[in-house]
């Protein structure tokens, strides 16, 4: 059988779109083996995943972020899997974002192996992100930008997130990458059905959720004013589920807003993907805003909560004047408001309350577009 080696520089304790696509392989015909970097150091190292076995590398704890201690990490742990793969090479390596394209083009330099990019993200912007003023910080984006364009030309397929929708709309991932002279083919994170029921509208008491990896202070300092905004009887609880960097702080905002009184919430930490459809359940309306400065905003990221929110029958309230607003209103699946208006996102929210939406395109045509764009990789392999 033939191996396929994934490369994802977090512990895929889950990755839904590494491990749905590495599903996808698996039943195409191949092994697949996913080369996982566990930072914290405390998942098995070991893992069977429907058939997918996840391998999980400890090259010493490392913090997520921007810092010069995370980069070296993440190099210690691509060095340590290009090292393990020279050893009994595969007959494809799957690249997953930017930051994994050395393992690939070293192999390909070394056995001629040919690889795959799964491009999530515009990974060249997360370094601005702590600072977007910073002239240092914005030298090291322009490099890493022009990295990863020099290591994406030798990708047998380019796979990414987002595209375009509106002839007039703005421009996603792939459109992105075609300005930059290079094709890539769009597979959005959709959810697979079968799905749970759709939410039934409240009747008085309602809640807003952001349910998902909490990075971006800012957005939840925007969803503070905006529930306060609103008149007391019409506040929604707001609900938060998920860790990342700035979990602990939002949810020290959150608490000290409750002890004041101006409004309700329920916080947990980190949950598995079996647990997220009822976390969905337990919301009215799924927030899903991003400070703009976040490069990938602008150019075409698309927030996964708004899909998996759909499947479930809840709304989203998203930003305006980007894809990922364009793809809210052609769809129907929710609403925009502009970036900074507490007034304008909290009236959104609450008209979006009462809102029951559906979700018409799935991962099952996500499936269909994978295995098309893979067509010329397969043919190589047989």
């Not at 996982?36 to 190292?45: C, I, L, N, Q, T």
């Not at 050893?87 to 192999?107: F, I, K, M, Q, W």
């Not at 992105?176 to 079968?194: A, M």
């Not at 039934?200 to 300092?221: L, M, N, Q």
Request: proline content about 6%; hydrophobic content about 40%.
């Amino acid at each position: 059988m033939v191996r396929v080696a994934m490369v994802v520089t977090n512990a895929c304790a889950p990755d839904p779109r590494v491990l749905r696509h590495a599903r996808w392989m698996q039943q195409a015909g191949y092994r697949v083996t996913v080369h996982a970097f566990d930072r914290e150091e405390h998942h098995p190292m070991s893992e069977n995943h429907h058939g997918v076995r996840i391998m999980r590398y400890r090259v010493g704890r490392v913090a997520y972020g921007g810092t010069v201690s995370t980069y070296r990490g993440i190099r210690r742990f691509l060095r340590t899997v290009e090292r393990t793969l020279v050893n009994e090479p595969p007959s494809l390596v799957y690249c997953h974002d930017a930051d994994t394209l050395r393992v690939g083009c070293a192999l390909k330099a070394s056995h001629g192996v040919p690889f795959v990019f799964d491009m999530h993200d515009l990974q060249h912007t997360w370094v601005r992100y702590a600072a977007p003023q910073s002239t240092v910080r914005s030298v090291v984006s322009r490099r890493m930008k022009q990295r990863t364009l020099r290591r994406s030309a030798e990708a047998a397929v380019i796979i990414t997130s987002s595209q375009q929708v509106n002839v007039d709309g703005h421009r996603g991932f792939v459109d992105w990458l075609t300005h930059h002279g290079l094709e890539g083919h769009c597979v959005e994170n959709r959810p697979l059905p079968p799905f749970s029921e759709p939410k039934t509208p409240p009747k008085s008491e309602w809640t807003v959720g952001y349910i998902g990896r909490v990075r971006d202070v800012k957005a939840f300092e925007l969803l503070i004013e905006a529930v306060k905004s609103l008149p007391p009887a019409h506040r929604p609880t707001v609900r938060l589920a998920g860790d990342g960097t700035a979990a602990a702080r939002v949810r020290t905002m959150l608490m000290d807003e409750m002890e004041a009184g101006t409004l309700e919430a329920r916080v947990s930490g980190a949950f598995t993907q079996a647990e997220r459809p009822e976390l969905i359940s337990s919301i009215d309306v799924m927030y899903a805003m991003y400070g703009p400065l976040r490069g990938n905003i602008l150019q075409g990221a698309l927030p996964v909560k708004m899909f998996d929110a759909a499947a479930q029958g809840v709304p989203s309230v998203v930003n305006d004047g980007c894809l990922m607003g364009d793809v809210a209103l052609t769809e129907d699946l929710g609403t925009t408001a502009p970036w900074g208006d507490a007034e304008a996102v909290g009236q959104a929210l609450y008209e979006m309350r009462q809102r029951v939406v559906e979700l018409s395109a799935t991962g099952e045509r996500e499936h269909q577009r994978w295995l098309k764009a893979m067509k010329p990789v397969f043919d190589q392999l047989q």
